[in-house]
């Protein structure tokens, strides 16, 4: 290195500069400790619970408070509380009443919103129940919801004040708690993820099945990365929810049952889409009982399921891609992902003119925000299909012992949202593609260990 300065010169103005250059980084570091939102002085160690109608159809939306409920713990996050690691398609925020400052973010989607992409929605006015836990809250705020569509631009927004105190917020879980088994103890129970299973369409005398299908999905999800390595963050429990009749309803079949939650398949006339549209019977269900995020077991050989990301995430049992969708759709439901596959080009969700917020997703809009950063500057952009066959073929010996492994080339793969054009993916294959890809690739992996590290640390 040249130095302008010759061999002889002074080092103590070097020193005072260095000196000076650490006062300023742990100034900055102790302003950004001071501004964040402290959970104790704002939050009780319980839960503000949110019961919201959202309906209109695809010209209009409107929400509406159905009932507030306090549930005795928190289960969520106690710090970064004013962050969100991930857009989601609509935003709740806590405000301080007495100041405006902002004390709790958080993010979702619904099914309403992807209803209103359907057909069906320019014809007809529904309604759909919503559930969100915030903390609750030691003093007066005020909770502003907001839903945006495809284009990012907010279609309905609701600002409500809550009071504490009020003795109309109903308390939950204090008494008659269903039955739950915990499955698996974090390492640190206040800075972890809190996963419940939910049982859906067992009987009482099936129960033992259920919890055998718990265990299953339980060794499904942590046999892949980064849950895998992370797996002492989470906190997993067992509700053991009992249905009148076995099985789940089959409206194409036209077969309706008394189940715990109501579930069914045909949801949007899809087939395969397994979904519950009874959320708030869902969580009265776990009132009482440790969870952030659920993932409801359904006790069918039928094959289906669905993952909302920051509502639950829903799954068949009793099948050989049981494994693999449990994982997919927890995908969904917790890390935001989305499906990286076509499925027919109609009623688009995904436009060239905004980039997706989920993380392996792009329209190349704002591709520098995804996984620009990951790509060899030897891959061509778009990547070609067979691109991804010679990246393996050129691969290291260790690379290749194994032929299904997804972590080979990151590329911009054409193909994903449910559009064949205009949306690409990272690699040609991964777990949110397809069920035989037997891990997520890397661009969802870096986007699954930011979520859990966003939670934990």
Known sequence: MHNDRGENAPVLPLKRKMKRIVLIALAAMLAAVAWAVDFDRYFCDATLRLDYAFAGDVNKQEIYVDQLSRLPRWWGRRVRLDELPAAGDGTITVRDHKSGEVIYLHSFSSLFQEWLSTAEAKMVRKSM????????????????????????????????????????IAHRGEQNVTPYVTLQQAADTLHCIHIAYVAEGYTEAEMPQFLEHCHEAMDALFHHEPFKALRDRFNIVAVLSASHDSGVSDPGAGKWLDTALGSHFDTFYSKRYLTTLHLKQLHNVLAGIPYEHIIILANTEHYGGGGIYNSYNLSYTRGNRFRPVVVHEFGHSFAGLGDEYPYGDDDPRYFADVEPWEANLTTLCDFSSKWADMIDESTPCPTPERDQESGLANASSQEAVDSTLVTRRVGLFEGGGYLSKGVYRPVQDCRMRTNEVPEFCPVCQRAIRRLIEFYTN
């Open 129 to 168: 129940e919503n559930v969100f836990l915030v903390p609750m809250p030691r003093d007066t705020v005020d909770i502003t919801i907001e839903l945006r569509d495809p284009h990012h631009r907010t279609t309905s927004s609701l600002t409500h004040q809550v009071n504490p105190n009020d003795i109309l």
